[in-house]
């Protein structure tokens, strides 16, 4: 939801960091890109609609275009379409001053008619043009640069990470409110970012601003101070993965590339947390965790993941529900008791953030599950349980739902009444294997290209494996655009099913040979006797396969983890679909990795 950096140090690097970091940063937006430039002199400012290689094409040849210290921003449009005029950094009156943002400036419509009635003339439809103007009109009654800079910030209602340069002075002014900022210090230069892969080549050395907080980056170093101005001495923590996780590897696609590290990823959850030969799990961040009911809060694949996760709870005797963040912000259930756990792969979804403020405002405990070290909700929630995946940078949260759902079955594993299932955390041990033959074996892209011309394609699955049919069609319309819907099997009969036809493929997940499955199994026929095309992804153990057009293995193994491993199978369906009709996979339209507003 846009991406901010920022630099000071670099000398004739600045311009190359500030794109290159860009790069890093365009999962969060990528509808247009800017940079500007300043230092001793004048300010220097270049953006352009469209990805960053717009940008970079863009500054090719512009030896002019130079400076010690730069801010740029990629875009994910909120007020205004992505036009050149739209895009960051925005500029005061005369030039002087350039701000980048990310988030949402709720009273800007107040302040632009403040300004523009003392005679400030706009040249976007954007909220944050109004930062630069009132900037230049501190600086105009005499305000030193800090000091218009800061008063500026206190005008603004809303969320906001912003980095803003003023001409003549060779610093980088930040400040952040309800939106991620992090500061990369290194051996003679300075970086501030939205996140950690814009600059991670350069340091693995980095402080997490917090709300309320502004910082002045310059060559003499940084420096941090709390709203009233007084100096803080944040921690400097340092990042526990290389640069080069941030890159392909030589795939085709992020999102492919994370498709396959979801082995290396869970290993990486489980490890110390399960004991290879006593057969028990221990998670030290919920050594205090022993709720009476669980509320589990999240949005997009991570509720998918709280559902699976309620799912294992309540059937380990603990009540637990699943909802939509954005609703249990706005019309809570009641809580009494309840633990609220925040499932968010960034930690910075909004919808998310408000619905464990919520939680907090009535009193409750709160966990954040989450994948990102020094997130906003880690920060604010009681306690935080890290899933450990690793960065992920494909649009289309992966290795991630993988690792929630791992998590999740840790989480229950650990507050369960009973004793440890040796059966599930033998399995969890065996899961990063089971996955490997997955993606080893998997017919899945023969299954894409039979079904590319489908008019639509429907998932099924029932209990754990409701969850899978909801994620299953989420990746398929995320990234190749077709209609896709998951159903609960039982519901298809109620509605959906008028919607079958032999060109709509229904993706079936069945695990094991019990009454689920075997129920399952009479779904397919429902679907089969409507002529509809079937891929069973399954374990073999029931008549799914017979029944099913195409069948996609998966290891026999505890139905907990099965769910976990069905999963790798339909992401490959909606990759390699994707992929044959050309979509690009890890920026799809419309949608950003981290969604900030609500
Ligand atoms: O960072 P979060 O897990 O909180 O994000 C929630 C959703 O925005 C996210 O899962 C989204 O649905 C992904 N694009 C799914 O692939």
Known sequence: MCGIIGCVGRGEETLGTLVHGLSKLEYRGYDSAGVALGGTGGLGVLKRAGEIEALRA?????????GSVGIGHTRWSTHGPPTDENAHPHLDCEGRVAVVHNGIIENYQALRDELAGAGHAFESDTDTEVVPHLIEAELAAGSSPEAAFRAAIG???GSFAIACLVAGRESVFVARNDSPLVLGIAEGATYLASDVPAFREFTDRVVYL???QFAELSPDGWVVT??????VEPPIETVSWDAEDTGKSGYDHFMLKEIHEQPRALRQCLRGRVDELGGSVTVEE????????????????????ALYGAQLLCADGIPAEAHYAHEYASSPPPAAGATVVGVSQSGETADTLAATREARRRGAATLAVTNTVGSTMARECDETFYIRSGPEIGVAATKTFAGQQTALNLLTQVVSEATPDRDVVSALRDLPGDIQAVLDGSSAEAVAETYLDADAYFFIGRGLNYPVALEGALKMKEISYEHAEGFAAGELKHGPLALVTENTPVFATVVGDDELARKTVGNIKEVE???????????????AGRYADHTLEIP??????????ANVQLQLVSYHTAAKLGRPIDKPRNLAKSVTVE
């Open 58 to 66: 863009a500054l090719e040849g512009r030896s002019e275009f130079s």
């Open 155 to 157: 005008r603004l209602e």
């Open 210 to 212: 917090e709300d309320g």
């Open 226 to 231: 709390d709203a009233a101005g007084a100096v």
């Open 286 to 305: 919920l050594g205090a965790f022993d709720p009476e009911r669980v509320h589990l809060v999240a949005a997009g694949t991570s509720y998918h993941a």
């Open 529 to 543: 006797a409507r002529n509809a095309p079937v891929v069973a992804v399954t374990d073999g153990e029931s008549d």
């Open 556 to 565: 026999r193994t505890n139905r907990r983890t099965a769910a976990i491993v």
